[in-house]
């Protein structure tokens, strides 16, 4: 049973707001450092375009309200933390999307972002999400972020799968437009419709359906400081990483996946 402060009841939108901006100018290994918690494994919190861990934010905004700082120990991530949250959105709703992450969308958090170590290596292990059917695409947390999405031909839900795998039939990236605005079109187009060249592709070579496909996603928070400049930044490393394997792609198997033409 969580040991609950009953101090966290006085947390108001004020302090959030103040821990929120405290987090933004430390930037995420700071800021935790700075609270001695963790990241996240679980549950973060949308505020503007960027994401944030609930159980730090919580320890941040009760020392901006209290002065006094709160040991991570004393007070639970999960039940406590969340009603938190639901108390403040009652205050204010951008408090309100609070989400947890099922699919594993935001474990390389855990990581600055860096080239591919190897092209056989697992997707999971780059930082992208568990594989989903793509029909199910809805079910992404992160799917109104950009990112890099990679789409594998599978008869049943794929466990490990490396961007070198001949299942894999398309790589893809999208910085202007979200992945699930993305992912949609993808759908649309393999059905029949125009709007996304690589599901045109996987149609002509005989994906008229997304019966066999699964989609794993590396989604792109936005950085934290000068907004202009993150902006930026997550731009190149979405458009490094979607290039980088297809390089790695190509130079093991010799050729394109089916549904992109470069």
Same mark, same amino acid.
């Given at each position: 049973?969580?040991? =609950?402060? &009953?101090?966290?009841?006085?947390?108001?939108?004020?302090?959030?707001?103040?821990?929120?901006?405290? $987090?933004?100018?430390?930037?995420?290994?700071?800021?935790?450092?700075?609270?001695? /918690?963790?990241?996240?494994?679980?549950?973060?919190?949308?505020?503007?375009?960027?994401?944030?861990?609930?159980?730090?934010?919580?320890?941040?905004?009760?020392?901006?309200?209290?002065?006094?700082?709160?040991?991570?120990?004393?007070?639970?991530?999960?039940?406590?933390?969340?009603?938190?949250?639901?108390?403040?959105?009652?205050?204010?709703?951008? $408090?309100?999307?609070?989400?947890?992450?099922?699919? %594993?969308?935001?474990?390389?958090?855990?990581?600055?972002?860096?080239?591919?170590?190897?092209?056989?290596?697992?997707?999971?292990?780059?930082?992208? &999400?568990?594989? /989903?059917?793509?029909?199910?695409? %809805?079910?992404?947390?992160?799917?109104?972020?950009?990112?890099?999405?990679?789409?594998?031909?599978?008869? &049943?839900?794929?466990?490990?799968?490396?961007? /070198?795998?001949?299942?894999?039939? +398309?790589?893809?990236?999208?910085?202007?437009?979200?992945?699930?605005?993305?992912?949609?079109?993808?759908?649309?187009?393999?059905?029949?419709?125009?709007?996304?060249?690589?599901?045109? =592709?996987?149609?002509?070579?005989?994906?008229?359906?997304?019966?066999?496909?699964?989609?794993?996603?590396?989604? $792109?928070?936005?950085?934290?400081?000068?907004?202009?400049?993150?902006?930026?930044?997550?731009?190149?490393?979405? =458009?490094? @990483?979607?290039?980088? @394997?297809?390089?790695? +792609?190509?130079?093991?198997?010799?050729?394109?996946?089916?549904?992109?033409?470069?």
């Amino acid at each position: 049973m969580e040991h =609950r402060i &009953s101090g966290l009841a006085g947390i108001d939108a004020p302090a959030m707001r103040e821990a929120i901006a405290e $987090f933004d100018k430390r930037g995420r290994a700071q800021f935790l450092k700075q609270y001695g /918690i963790s990241r996240s494994s679980k549950f973060y919190l949308v505020f503007g375009q960027r994401l944030y861990d609930t159980k730090a934010l919580v320890a941040a905004a009760y020392f901006h309200k209290t002065g006094h700082k709160l040991p991570h120990t004393k007070f639970g991530g999960g039940a406590q933390t969340k009603a938190v949250f639901r108390r403040l959105a009652q205050q204010d709703d951008e $408090f309100a999307h609070v989400f947890e992450d099922e699919l %594993g969308e935001l474990h390389n958090l855990s990581h600055e972002y860096d080239r591919i170590p190897s092209g056989a290596t697992d997707l999971r292990e780059l930082g992208f &999400s568990k594989w /989903i059917a793509l029909s199910k695409f %809805g079910d992404l947390q992160t799917g109104w972020l950009p990112g890099v999405y990679v789409i594998a031909s599978v008869n &049943s839900q794929p466990v490990k799968i490396s961007v /070198i795998d001949e299942r894999v039939v +398309y790589i893809g990236e999208t910085v202007s437009q979200n992945l699930s605005k993305r992912l949609y079109q993808l759908i649309h187009s393999i059905e029949g419709k125009r709007g996304h060249g690589g599901g045109e =592709r996987l149609r002509e070579k005989g994906h008229c359906s997304t019966d066999d496909l699964w989609v794993s996603i590396r989604s $792109f928070p936005l950085g934290y400081g000068d907004e202009n400049m993150v902006k930026s930044l997550r731009s190149t490393q979405i =458009r490094h @990483l979607e290039r980088m @394997l297809l390089y790695e +792609y190509v130079q093991a198997l010799h050729n394109y996946p089916k549904g992109n033409l470069k």
